[in-house]
């Protein structure tokens, strides 16, 4: 387990994807991609046939659809790892598609809306590589960060010592120390990098604010 800053993509056409992908690419390891039908949220992004460039990083998916087994059979393939809100999985979808997930990538996770207490996801801790607690409502890029969910991860460390806990949403040089002494490490920044006239620069302020030296 380690610590991690995480690029937010989210694109309507093959071209912002690219563009995107290509602002952030020498900067970071990792990017999450937003995938939204418009129905879970009503936002949408990657709601067409695209392609993934080609640049060295990893790729995961953070899975805001309300057909997220059908989705994974089509595109999980192209990615490193795979985020399903458990918002969108009424039991005992959970633990299928989780299964379908790890057949098909090489890392599965849950995800959690704000609002939604943490118990609706107990039993599937031991099946999952991680847990995205959103500090937004979902779709709501750019919105303001809510501590409450902290809480949320604080309890999940003490549960699980060694469990990748990330958190998305309003993640910028004021919010990324409040969540990583709760106890995450995995950090989705989104707007506060996109945003920056200085990827590097702003990257390097998130690291400076929690110690990561790399």
């Avoid at 949220?41 to 990657?46: A, E, G, K």
């Amino acid at each position: 387990m380690k610590d991690v800053i995480l690029g937010a993509v989210i694109a309507n056409r093959q071209q912002e994807l690219e563009g995107i992908v290509h602002r952030l690419k020498d900067h970071l390891d990792w990017m999450q991609l937003d995938v939204m039908d418009g129905y879970f949220v009503p936002n949408t992004s990657l709601e067409f046939d695209f392609e993934l460039p080609d640049t060295g990083n990893r790729y995961e998916a953070q899975l805001m659809v309300r057909d997220p087994a059908t989705w994974i059979e089509r595109n999980a393939d192209k990615f490193d790892s795979l985020l399903v809100h458990a918002e969108c999985c009424p039991t005992p979808e959970p633990e299928r598609i989780l299964d379908l997930g790890r057949d098909l990538c090489k890392r599965v996770g849950v995800a959690l809306r704000p609002e939604t207490p943490l118990e609706v996801i107990m039993p599937l801790i031991p099946r999952v590589d991680e847990v995205l607690i959103m500090t937004v409502e979902p779709g709501a890029y750019g919105g303001a960060f809510l501590s409450e969910p902290l809480q949320k991860v604080a309890e999940l460390r003490r549960i699980r010592e060694n469990l990748d806990i990330e958190v998305d949403g309003g993640i910028d040089v004021d919010t990324i120390k409040l969540a990583k002494d709760a106890g995450a490490n995995l950090f989705v920044s989104g707007s506060y990098l996109l945003k920056s006239e200085d990827v590097g620069r702003s990257l390097s302020r998130l690291k400076d604010m929690i110690g990561l030296k790399f």
